[in-house]
């Protein structure tokens, strides 16, 4: 069969759905109601991001919360509320966001980027407990694609160190850890409302947490150095303003009500990819040999007894809910990453590369991060593709469409 890209017919040629969905009545009356009051910013007596962040914290399991202009200043001020600063250390995983680390930056303190785990390329534990040194202040898991971290020997991680944990959640919302939501596992969570993300009003972020004072720390960091009881004049130490608006909140409010509707219908969709995937041939091609793999790193995955050439990379220990935000995929069988990432697109499903190792990156080196060997991550980036959250919106049977192209590009 002819490749799209070389003059042939695509596998798809629909649209896949667009992100972020419509609006729905729900937030439309309430986006109307926030901008007809006048009161859109968060300190003029509305109600919307009071709301918000009540509702959010009780899906984390804690008492509080503090909506935030992004997440990456949610990560900042979580720091700094926990008293991360100039001297520390913190440890972020190897293969996320680059905000992860640059949020330890913008607090001052130096990140250290620590190994995944091979198989579900979540923050390591013993990676972790390689990298801790007398100045490691904090850790970072991610809740990597919508997957929990898993975070209890994380958590043990941490207690036997005295360090605090932050969980970055941006990619999240919803998801569970052996029946407990994430975000409310360490010291503080927090969420994102980044407009690629599982709810989405543009920008935005959320931070939640269990210790009253921890939650009044955090709160005077985003608040301009007042205190919850204060003098509206009076600030005590240094903050910055780092407050959600009125309007935002009020597109993010209703979304909870369908969030976990969204989410069972991403994993209809991811599973309905399992099952596709486990059709795909090995390519004529391939030798039955597996990518040369760095030592520690995943070893090939087999359907039955054959190998299968592409697989779901799988869900942390302790997984009992993944939200899906991103679905990624492990190749293993070798391949041009580029002709790869351009054949697909043209075949109407288009991948993304997934991250680059984080300490390969110049604006972390220069700045002095410290990188730990993480030849997990550096698979990873290798041999690792992602499935975007609009294709996951489909219905089930897009997920044919998925391994019919990949099934047709690798046997080019």
């Known amino acids: ?63 509080y919360g503090i909506a935030v202009g992004n997440a990456t200043l949610g990560l900042f001020a979580a720091l700094r509320g926990l008293g991360v600063g100039p001297g520390d250390e913190v440890i972020v995983p190897a293969y996320t966001f680059v905000a992860t680390a640059t ?33 490691t202040a904090a850790i970072i898991p991610v809740h990597l694609a919508g997957s929990p971290a898993d975070m209890d020997a994380l958590n043990a991680v941490a207690a036997r160190h005295g360090l605090a944990v932050v969980e970055d ?16 596992l360490g010291d503080a969570g927090v969420y994102s409302f980044q407009s690629s993300k599982a709810m989405t009003a543009g920008e935005g972020g959320l931070i939640v947490c269990r210790d009253q004072a921890v939650h009044a720390a955090i709160w005077s960091v985003c608040n301009l150095g007042r205190t919850l009881d204060g003098a509206w004049y009076g600030h005590p130490s240094v903050g910055w303003n780092l407050r959600l608006t009125e309007i935002q909140a009020a597109l993010l409010l209703p979304w909870l009500d369908r969030l976990d509707e969204e989410i069972d219908h991403r994993n209809a969709f991811a599973a309905a ?18 990518l040369p793999r760095s030592p520690g790193t995943v070893a090939p995955a087999t359907v039955g007894t054959t190998m ?29 990453r580029s002709f790869l990432l351009t054949a697909m697109e043209a075949e109407g499903v ?56 990949l099934a047709k590009v690798l046997a080019a």
């Open 308 to 336: 299968a050439p592409v697989t779901l990379v799988p869900q942390p220990p302790g997984t009992t809910r993944d939200s899906r935000h991103l679905l990624m995929l492990r190749l293993h069988v070798p391949f041009d």
């Open 169 to 184: 959640a941006a990619q999240a919302h919803g998801a569970t850890y052996r029946g407990r939501p994430i975000g409310g």
């Open 350 to 405: 288009p991948l993304d590369g997934g991250y680059p190792p984080l300490g390969t990156m110049p604006a972390l080196t220069e700045a002095d991060a410290r990188a730990e060997p993480c030849p997990a991550a550096e698979a990873a980036s290798r041999e690792v593709l992602w499935v975007r959250q609009p294709m996951l919106m489909d219905s089930p049977a897009g997920a044919a469409h998925i391994a019919e192209a």
């Open 1 to 63: 069969m002819t490749l799209a890209v070389n003059g042939g017919t695509p596998v798809r040629t629909a649209p896949w759905p667009s992100w972020p969905p419509p609006l729905n009545e729900a937030q439309r009356e309430l986006v109307t109601a926030v901008l007809e009051s006048g009161r859109w910013g968060a300190t003029q007596g509305g109600s919307a991001c009071a709301d918000l962040t009540a509702a959010f914290a009780r899906r984390s399991g804690v008492p």
């Open 103 to 135: 949020a330890v930056l913008l607090a001052g303190a130096t990140p250290v980027i620590a190994d995944v785990d091979p198989v579900d390329l979540h923050l390591s534990a013993s990676a972790t407990e390689a990298a801790v040194t007398p100045r």
């Open 273 to 290: 990819v399992e099952r596709e995937l486990a059709s795909i041939p090995m390519p004529a091609s391939h030798d039955g040999t597996a």
